[in-house]
């Protein structure tokens, strides 16, 4: 297996579990249509994930995408297990509310940014794969863009209809709101970073042709 690809899928995970576990932040936005709006940190990291797996899925495959997505999952579930074990454990007075404060994460939220993250990263790889056996080795800021903005959009109304609006009871109107500006975030994040996006496909191939060329590794399979 690709050392590259390891690395990739590690920071993939590590941004997946940090994304859901800052998310209990809510950071203020001042905006001209809504009065007290705010977001989850996890919003600012969570659109890097989408990066990496668009560019697993051109270099390496649906198929070690799709895997990577999986592994990352089970991470954020094993990453809950043991935040509840370390809440459950007995401490120190005072300690324990602080504690529950910063890392207590309900059971809703949970469920919603699971299902949310699986949908929209299986949707994500799944464009992406589709664009790219149209367009061959063509128009690698389509398939990136494409794919991204149409499983963010996925991801950010999931989320938001079953946390927001079921789990919390919010205001339909408000949680509109919330849903474009955080639709419009994570779009004009996946176009800001494109050249990113292609430096990232170009130097992660050159690295693989090279190990390919002296025999270290084989091509990878699609």
């Not at 899925?57 to 895997?67: C, D, L, Q, Y």
């Not at 459950?88 to 529950?100: D, W």
């Not at 927001?164 to 994570?186: E, H, P, R, T």
Request: aromatic share 14%.
């Amino acid at each position: 297996m690709s050392s590259l690809y390891q690395i990739i899928s590690a920071a993939f995970c590590v941004i997946v579990v940090v994304s859901n576990i800052i998310s209990a932040k809510m950071v203020a936005i001042s905006l001209p249509f809504a009065d007290n709006f705010s977001v989850p940190a996890g919003l600012i990291t969570y659109p890097l994930t989408f990066l990496l797996s668009d560019l697993v899925t051109e270099v390496f495959g649906a198929k070690k995408a799709k895997f990577m997505v999986y592994i990352a999952f089970a991470m954020s579930l094993l990453s809950y297990a043991i935040i509840q074990v370390a809440l459950f454990l007995p401490s120190h007075s005072g300690q324990t509310e602080a504690f529950s404060e910063i890392l207590g994460t309900s059971s809703l939220r949970i469920f919603s940014s699971l299902t949310a993250y699986l949908i929209s990263q299986v949707v994500d790889i799944q464009v992406y794969a589709w664009i790219k056996g149209l367009t061959g080795v063509r128009f690698l800021w389509l398939r990136n863009n494409g794919s991204t903005c149409i499983s963010q959009l996925i991801d950010t109304v999931v989320i938001d209809l079953i946390f927001l609006y079921w789990g919390l009871g919010m205001a339909l109107g408000d949680v509109m709101s919330i849903i474009l500006f955080s639709f419009a975030y994570k779009a004009c994040f996946s176009v800001a970073n494109t050249p990113l996006f292609y430096l990232c496909v170009f130097l992660v191939k050159k690295w693989e042709n090279l190990l390919i060329n002296r025999g270290l590794q084989s091509r990878p399979q699609a």
